[in-house]
């Protein structure tokens, strides 16, 4: 029988890093001093009558260090409201810069915390953000493509029969509007959350593009920029 440890981490690990509750922070990095809030909602999606994701939200800010390196933190508001501390920490940077058909490609480290006060269970997890983008039009606006990455290295598990995965992946795919002054971005995003796990046991009719494996995620994401002033 599972125990209630067992059954948190395993709500965590399928609901939580699995399905990752956020869509990419920062595929491209800020302007210099460039400072971004923003928001997100979204989520695996499930069938409700017709496909809709799990309303789950978060808010992040970002500040550009230089036109290729930003830092950016974020707090998981729906998390929250289940008596969980949620927290995200990390960077982007831009290794490669766009040049005609060759794509900017850039790499996110970052880390994701999450402190069940009810049980008293700390756990953190470090990520992995690959993206390639390419900038387009006058705004600048862009799609990209990437793979989202999280790291298990405890020996909880899933279930009562299977370990723990732990290389938990995301394939990712998105596209970013910029405001004409570039003081807002819209982003839509369409994930394939965890391709690598069974969802037969979840107790969540999530929708997956394979049927068994994963589920299909989506999300919406709008922030505001400023630029620091002098």
């Not at 999606?45 to 017709?50: D, E, R, S, T, Y």
């Not at 982003?187 to 046991?201: H, M, R, S």
């Amino acid at each position: 029988m599972m125990t209630k440890r067992r059954f948190f981490w395993a709500l965590i690990l399928f609901t939580g890093i699995i399905q990752s509750c956020a869509p990419a922070r920062f595929v491209e990095p800020l302007d210099k001093k460039q400072v971004s809030v923003g928001g997100s909602f979204g989520g695996p999606l499930i069938q409700f009558g017709a496909p809709i994701p799990i309303p789950l939200t978060s808010v992040d800010v970002g500040y550009g260090l230089d036109s290729n390196l930003t830092v950016f933190g974020s707090w998981h508001t729906t998390a929250a409201l289940f008596n969980n501390a949620q927290l995200e920490g990390g960077l982007t940077h831009r290794f490669i810069k766009q040049r005609k058909y060759l794509p900017n490609v850039s790499v996110s480290p970052s880390f994701q915390f999450i402190y069940n006060f009810p049980n008293n269970l700390p756990k953190i997890w470090p990520v992995l953000d690959l993206n390639t983008y390419w900038n387009y039009g006058k705004r600048s606006n862009y799609f990209y493509v990437g793979l989202n990455n999280y790291f298990e290295f405890g020996s909880n598990i899933v279930n009562e029969q299977n370990p723990a995965r732990h290389w938990l992946f995301n394939p990712q795919i998105g596209h970013v509007v910029k405001g004409k002054t570039n003081n807002w971005q819209l982003t839509a995003e369409l994930k394939f959350l965890g391709p690598n796990i069974d969802n037969t046991y979840a107790f969540i009719p999530y929708m997956s593009l394979t049927g068994s494996r994963g589920a299909a995620g989506f999300f919406i994401s709008y922030r505001w920029l400023f630029n620091q002033r002098k």
